[in-house]
């Protein structure tokens, strides 16, 4: 299948900082992607929709100026948590959903892991 | 909303077979996925129905029942590296996958 990547895979920063995580699709063109968080033996929660070349889209109850997405390329999307605090500590996941799959189907990244002190 | 339904946990023997069983209810259907979790690390996807019946993939195998907002993972010959989470997501008409809480299985010698 194809492949996606995120970088850092882990990051640790003191509370009122901003953290930037990458999301890459390797070989495929990805005009949507999806940046997920997962707090321990929880599910996959979506935080929003990230297009290329326009806003994304955020799920209710999430701060959009708090995560602010972008999607400046069919490959990259980036998220960037700004003035995290501890409570902002999670597993962050992305996705990107390959239109030349039968089904548009999602491949989801390895994950970022994310401590705020 | 959406609503997916699974149980938090299971526990098998090696060599056994174990059912996880999914209910969901979504603004329009598109499919039912299964995805596979071990802890720390990213999903990988295990299966895909649109259509009712039964898709075999080698020791893993999914059915879906749409008049019944039904799925089931069933696992042969169980593992030890098959403990982990298992993840049904449902695709509805906004085309955003909505995640059950997942199964944590566990599988015991």
């Known amino acids: 299948g194809a492949v996606v990547s995120q970088h850092p895979s882990r990051v640790i920063c003191k509370s009122g900082t901003s953290v930037k995580i990458e999301c890459r699709s390797l070989?495929?063109?990805?005009?949507?992607m999806f940046w997920y968080r997962q707090f321990p033996k929880k599910s996959l929660m979506l935080m929003a929709t990230?297009?290329?070349?326009?806003?994304?889209?955020?799920e209710q109850g999430v701060e959009k100026d708090k995560f602010l997405i972008n999607h400046a390329s069919l490959t990259l999307s980036t998220l960037t948590v700004t003035s995290a605090h501890p409570e902002d500590s999670s597993f962050y996941i992305c996705?990107?959903?390959?239109?030349?799959?039968?089904?548009?189907?999602?491949?989801f990244g390895p994950g970022t892991r994310l401590t705020v002190l | 909303g959406q609503n997916i339904d699974q149980p938090t946990e299971m526990t098998a023997t090696e060599g056994a077979i174990v059912q996880i069983n999914c209910t969901y209810q979504?603004?329009?259907?598109?499919?039912l996925f299964w995805y596979q979790q071990h802890a720390g690390e990213a999903p990988t996807f295990l299966s895909y129905?649109?259509?009712?019946g039964l898709e075999e993939k080698g020791r893993f195998s999914s059915f879906l029942s749409r008049s019944k907002g039904y799925s089931y993972l069933l696992l042969k010959e169980l593992q030890m590296k098959d403990s982990a989470s298992y993840l049904c997501?449902?695709?509805?008409?906004?085309?955003?996958?909505?995640f059950g809480a997942g199964t944590t299985v566990t599988v015991r010698a």
């Open positions: 997501a449902a695709l509805p008409n906004d085309y955003k996958l909505s």
């Open positions: 990230s297009n290329e070349g326009s806003k994304a889209t955020y």
């Open positions: 996705s990107a959903r390959d239109p030349g799959t039968d089904y548009n189907e999602q491949f």
């Open positions: 129905n649109v259509l009712d």
């Open positions: 070989d495929f063109q990805a005009t949507t």
């Open positions: 979504t603004s329009g259907f598109n499919g």
